[in-house]
């Protein structure tokens, strides 16, 4: 058991629908926001990002968007890079938190994206995926897909572990997060069957923490 897996001590009768799911992300992030808790960018995760942004050059691709946004930190790399961003994310803090930065993040649920189909040249996706239970998987995937245009790469990254929710309150004192932990395999296996995997690895922090999965996908026609 890792630190995360600590019992969560508020979940007593408590039910997982994606109606509360959504509630205590939104709860949650909302609370970071105004305690302006969000880490700095790790050293990989630049280098990652920057990876992505020489394959959209190359490609001429100039439009990105990012689900899951957070306060619009991957967001300034783009938008320095010259890129036409915009960022969704659940909480409103973080849509203000990103302003800030003239880096554009809009309040919206993956499940009701309010853009046109097949806008966005590429998609990027840090640490999301793994807050929607397997069982609504395909459904963010089908909404997240449908405003890409065809051929459009998205680099997905989520933590990853065995198969199974953790209800966890660790990071902000009376606030929870669903973290649907999934197997490198499973997580392949999900992705692939929405679009064609052109990259993948995972990251290893060892033994006390998640591994962290990262995929490159490429939408198609």
């Not at 957070?70 to 203000?96: E, I, Q, S, T």
């Amino acid at each position: 058991m890792n630190k995360w897996e600590a019992r969560c001590t508020t979940c007593r009768d408590y039910a997982p629908t994606v109606e509360n799911i959504s509630r205590d992300l939104r709860s949650y992030y909302e609370a970071e926001a105004t305690l302006r808790k969000r880490k700095p960018l790790s050293s990989m995760r630049v280098a990652l990002i920057d990876e992505y942004i020489l394959l959209l050059r190359d490609e001429g691709r100039r439009s990105v968007i990012d689900f899951g946004a957070g306060p619009g930190l991957d967001g300034a790399r783009f938008v320095n890079a010259g890129h036409r961003y915009v960022g969704v994310d659940l909480a409103h803090g973080n849509a203000v938190l990103a302003g800030e930065n003239n880096v554009t993040v809009v309040q919206a649920h993956l499940g009701a994206l309010p853009f046109q189909p097949r806008r966005f040249d590429a998609g990027w996706s840090m640490s999301t995926l793994m807050h929607i239970r397997e069982v609504d998987t395909a459904d963010a995937l089908h909404e997240m897909i449908a405003v890409l245009r065809p051929g459009a790469p998205m680099h997905v990254g989520l933590w990853g572990g065995p198969d199974g929710d953790v209800i966890s309150e660790q990071g902000i004192d009376g606030q929870r997060r669903l973290f649907s932990l999934r197997s490198f395999r499973r997580n392949q296996e999900l992705l692939g069957a929405f679009a064609t995997i052109e990259w993948s690895t995972s990251w290893d922090f060892g033994p006390e923490e998640w591994p962290y999965h990262l995929f490159r996908l490429r939408i198609g026609d």
